[in-house]
């Protein structure tokens, strides 16, 4: 088994599980939490994984560490309404931008820049959905005008897409750096 398919079968799955399990308790981190990762957690994994079933573990997930922050870390449950269910929709759009993204795994210097855009525009619809949805349908949102709608997209989403684009940067970085390390080390092998 090469290191490429040992990555996808065994390490990759493991570190976006870790990931989102170590960071989606706190949507924009504190001082003592890291951002929550989920959106570039299922941009990584459609772009590495590309396997339905895994999508369906990250959601399920997604709702388990929901359901024990709010039961077991009195975590506010103010964002949960009928909107919730908008989110398998929201990740998706960055799941298949990750699809779509795998033209770009070169990481030269024009496809990263691609695969950049990609995902600010994946998270910017991914926001549009999550927080559209959120205000349209919950019931603890009432007669928002566009002003105030207009002044709360203003003050969430840099964060969304600031944390979005850096954890999608750093793997990026990283799955470069291991690619170079793996290059050289195999060039020296074989001569």
Known sequence: MN???WQ???FLPLALLGLMALTRFDHFGSAFSLPDAS???FFLAGLGINRLWFFT???LEAGLIDYLAITQFNVSDYC???AYGFLIPAYAVLWFTGVF?????SLSIGNTIKMVGLIALATTSAFVISNGSFYLLSDKIVAISLL???SQ???YYPPYLISTLCYGLAALLVTKLIKSLLDTTITRTTT
Not at 101 to 105: A, L, Q, T
């Open 148 to 150: 105030q709608f207009t």
């Open 80 to 82: 949960i309404s009928p």
């Open 8 to 10: 996808r079968i065994q």
């Open 57 to 59: 573990v990250l959601l």
């Open 3 to 5: 290191i490429k398919s």
């Open 153 to 155: 997209f203003s003050h």
């Open 39 to 41: 959106l570039a957690v």
């Open 101 to 105: 993204s795998k033209r770009f795994v």
